[in-house]
């Protein structure tokens, strides 16, 4: 079935909220300068000391991008999500949010907006 054009927003906002996840993983990685990103050297003291845990936060910063376009190609195409999945990318999304705060408390905050959307979405 094709989704309608409430889904078809829910998609473009879970495509663009992916987008916004790539630069955690490129500041993670070093591949975008971190200047506006303080917390992250605090971060990178916390998790290890030469980086490595900082990258690996970097890589689900990169997979959880990833799995929102992935949900959010799926809505537009099937016009429905699988809870499951979608839900477990909520949660590592505001996990990762929690983690790099304040920086990211947009993000978070998306993220409750997006679990009220698919909520609606989901009802029976």
Do not use: N
Request: charged share 10%; proline share 6%.
């Amino acid at each position: 079935m094709a989704a309608s054009i409430p889904q078809y927003l829910l998609a473009v906002a879970l495509a663009a909220h992916g987008l916004a996840h790539l630069p955690g993983f490129a500041v993670s990685w070093r591949l975008m300068a971190s200047a506006e990103f303080p917390a992250k050297a605090e971060l990178s003291d916390r998790l290890q000391r030469d980086g490595t845990g900082l990258r690996l936060v970097g890589v689900l910063w990169l997979q959880t991008a990833i799995a929102y376009v992935a949900l959010a190609a799926c809505l537009a195409v099937r016009g429905s999500l699988p809870l499951a999945p979608a839900a477990a990318v909520l949660l590592i999304s505001s996990i990762l949010c929690l983690i790099e705060w304040p920086e990211t408390r947009a993000g978070l905050f998306i993220d409750l907006a997006l679990a009220g959307a698919l909520s609606v979405l989901h009802q029976p």
